[in-house]
């Protein structure tokens, strides 16, 4: 069973002060890694997309990478408006469409 | 453009109700999928849709929950009857073709008390 384990469970972070999110995966066969943010009362927003080992994705802020056992997001310089929980999901080589996520991690910046 | 739509975005019911979630894809969109989302478990994949087939509902918890989708544009997840442990957040999510990227609805936060 395609398994997605996400920590911290929680962060809080000073404004400027950069970190990393951890993603742990195990599944048969990776097609894809995604990466989400959520804010309180909304849905899902995508963020990157990684599907092999070694492939690192940017944008503004954030950067995340792949290895064949976990992804991280790097977040630099963070900002209040980083504030977010930030879902991890997985997706298996003939695994139809179904998208296998992770709990989260609830991120906090703090001026 | 228009993101995907669901309605309600708050539902309130009591136990033994009938509950109708409704969805609006993406335009152009031809995969469908219902989430669930509770503090304890997380999102969870409920059913989903390719060409308005029904592809995979092995996340669906029992007979209680039905999901249709009769054309292109409308989906609905239906409750029938409501039980206070289906009180969490439900998501509808589309994607342009099959194993591409979703994108999530706004959800309906559904308290059953």
């Known amino acids: 069973e395609d398994q997605v384990t996400q920590s911290p469970e929680a962060l809080r972070l000073q404004e400027g002060e950069s970190s990393s999110l951890n993603c742990s995966y195990t599944v048969s066969g990776l097609r894809g890694l995604f990466w989400y943010r959520q804010d309180p009362g909304k849905g899902p927003e995508f963020l990157f997309t990684l599907y092999s080992a070694g492939e690192e994705k940017e944008k503004e802020r954030l950067k995340a990478t792949l290895t064949k056992k976990e992804s991280f997001l790097h977040i630099t310089a963070p900002k209040p408006e980083d504030s977010a929980t930030y879902l991890c999901a997985v997706h298996r080589t003939g695994g139809g469409n179904k998208l296998t996520f992770g709990t989260g991690t609830q991120l906090k910046v703090e001026l | 453009d228009a993101g995907v739509i669901q309605s309600p975005r708050h539902e309130v019911t009591e136990m033994g109700q009938e509950v109708t979630l409704r969805c609006k894809p993406i335009?152009?969109?031809?995969?469908l999928f219902w989430y669930r989302q509770t503090m304890m478990r997380g999102l969870e994949l409920l059913i989903y849709?390719?060409?308005?087939?029904?592809?995979?509902d092995s996340g669906m918890p029992e007979d209680r929950f039905s999901a249709k989708m009769p054309n292109a544009s409308f989906s609905t997840l239906k409750i029938q009857p409501s039980e206070p442990r289906d009180s969490a957040v439900y998501f509808c999510a589309s994607s342009l073709r099959v194993q591409e990227t979703q994108y999530f609805g706004p959800g309906t936060r559904l308290l059953v008390l």
């Open positions: 849709f390719n060409n308005n087939v029904p592809i995979d």
């Open positions: 335009s152009g969109h031809n995969s």
